[in-house]
């Protein structure tokens, strides 16, 4: 599950787990995995955390290989990694760079993501 340290990505990790399956924290934030997966142990499933920034291809690839090897097949993959971009403007406030967002990580992480890592692996466990 990518983007699973805080939000969105996190009530959906522990969702996953209450529902009875192990979950993979995947997210650029370390301190973030820790306590998502810290939850998740309490609710008695296991987890592994895997510091992967989904824009970089070969953290991807990591994080998957370290799925596989630690739990045997990849059943579902929900991602939910994002990027805001934050930028002062000339009032000195912060902007949300949405086109940053809308372009950018779809094209290089989220689609990157799916199509060359995780649907061979669902493939494999006959998800799909």
Do not use: H
Not at 85 to 112: C, D, E, Q
């Amino acid at each position: 599950m990518t983007g699973a340290a805080n939000g969105i990505g996190r009530a959906t990790a522990l969702a996953f787990a209450r529902e009875g399956a192990n979950v993979v924290v995947a997210d650029i934030s370390e301190q973030g995995n820790q306590e998502t997966a810290r939850m998740i142990e309490e609710l008695g499933k296991r987890v592994l955390t895997v510091t992967c920034d989904v824009a970089q291809a070969k953290d991807v690839k990591a994080a998957l290989d370290k799925t596989i090897e630690t739990f045997g097949r990849l059943d579902f993959a929900f991602n939910n990694a994002g990027v805001v971009r934050s930028m002062v403007g000339r009032n000195g406030l912060y902007a949300i760079s949405w086109k940053f967002y809308a372009w950018s990580l779809p094209k290089k992480g989220l689609t990157f993501v799916l199509r060359q890592f995780t649907l061979p692996q669902l493939t494999l466990s006959c998800w799909i």
